[in-house]
């Protein structure tokens, strides 16, 4: 009787030992299924890869928005439409402007990281500068996407934005076309270091050296207006045989017109962005043409590639908007 009963506890042990080992087991496995299924990015912290992802719908979604600078009507464009399709999908959206200081942009996604945020959009200040905080993002598994411009380190889960090099291209072209061939050219580069101001010069300097344009001077104007009249002023001193301004943006454009008003001179002038008074410009004859971008439409399809990527669905790497060349002939058209 005491070998049967000493059987049975042993049995019984050996069962609840069973039974513990597979409910931490199970534990285990809930828990390491929780944290893949939150895991932002497949692979992108060097573990094991991780193919599912937690659904959730655009009216669970709470996302954190990083706008470069709040002092540009392009932004200004990019930031109202993803308000108003947040708005429209019930999605919980916070806004930060960084007022073009990548310190201040730091500062703002490690707030959103401490909200704990479902996603991050992000339009980076500087090329180099954001690396910091998408890092900081990977690692607290939260997906982030650029807009509009590149980073040069973490792992985004798109870039949405123009192909930056393509326009600058296309604005050397616009000045052969419509100035002529052997154009002197003064040139308005942006913020040093941020993406687009790399790679609009990229696309211009490569595609003036094949046409045969000649840039005398390339001087920053930081994407501003203010900036790029009393650039502008400066350059038209020292160059006074220039024939056509590029500026790498409206903003700068604008304020290229400016001077060259001021100064007496004719003088063509090309900018990207496609920005409402641009259009006003080139009818008024003060300016010459733009490269127009959409950075509404650049906002919404980085909102729904958030949304996209929360139903599980395949998400693109490089995320292209269209871009037009606008001059006299089609002014009234891609206004923004």
Not at 19 to 30: C, D, E, I, Q, R
Not at 107 to 120: P, T
Request: proline share 2%; with cysteine; net charge neutral.
């Amino acid at each position: 009787m005491s070998f049967v009963a000493n059987g049975n506890r042993r049995v019984e042990y050996e069962i609840s030992k069973k039974l513990t080992f597979a409910l931490v087991a199970t534990l285990a496995v809930s828990t390491l299924t929780a944290c893949s299924l939150y895991t932002g990015i497949p692979g992108r912290d060097g573990k094991e890869k991780v193919e599912e992802v937690a659904h959730k719908k655009a009216n669970e979604l709470n996302i954190g928005v990083s706008i470069s600078t709040m002092n540009n009507p392009y932004f200004v464009s990019m930031n109202n439409a993803i308000k108003s399709m947040a708005k429209e999908k019930n999605t919980k959206l916070t806004v930060s402007d960084a007022q073009n200081d990548s310190a201040t942009q730091l500062n703002n996604v490690q707030n959103f990281i401490s909200q704990n945020v479902d996603a991050i959009l992000i339009n980076p200040v500087d090329y180099d500068a954001i690396v910091s905080a998408i890092k900081a993002a990977n690692n607290a598994h939260i997906p982030v996407i650029a807009m509009d411009r590149g980073a040069n380190g973490g792992t985004v889960l798109t870039t949405v934005a123009s192909d930056n090099v393509a326009a600058g291209k296309m604005a050397a072209q616009a000045v052969e076309k419509l100035v002529g061939k052997n154009v002197k050219v003064l040139e308005l580069s942006g913020t040093p270091g941020a993406s687009a101001t790399i790679d609009r010069g990229k696309g211009f300097n490569s595609e003036a050296k094949t046409l045969g344009l000649n840039i005398l001077s390339s001087q920053s104007a930081n994407f501003y207006r203010t900036t790029g009249l009393n650039t502008t002023q400066n350059m038209l001193q020292s160059h006074k045989d220039g024939q056509a301004i590029f500026a790498q943006n409206d903003e700068m454009a604008l304020g290229a017109a400016k001077a060259v008003q001021a100064s007496g001179q004719k003088i063509a002038i090309f900018g990207i962005d496609g920005e409402s008074e641009t259009h006003d410009a080139i009818k008024a004859g003060t300016m010459t043409a733009t490269i127009a971008q959409q950075p509404a439409k650049i906002g919404e399809m980085a909102l729904q590639a958030t949304y996209d990527y929360y139903q599980g669905k395949k998400i693109d790497h490089i995320i292209n908007s269209p871009i037009y060349l606008v001059d006299k002939d089609n002014v009234d058209e891609h206004k923004w």
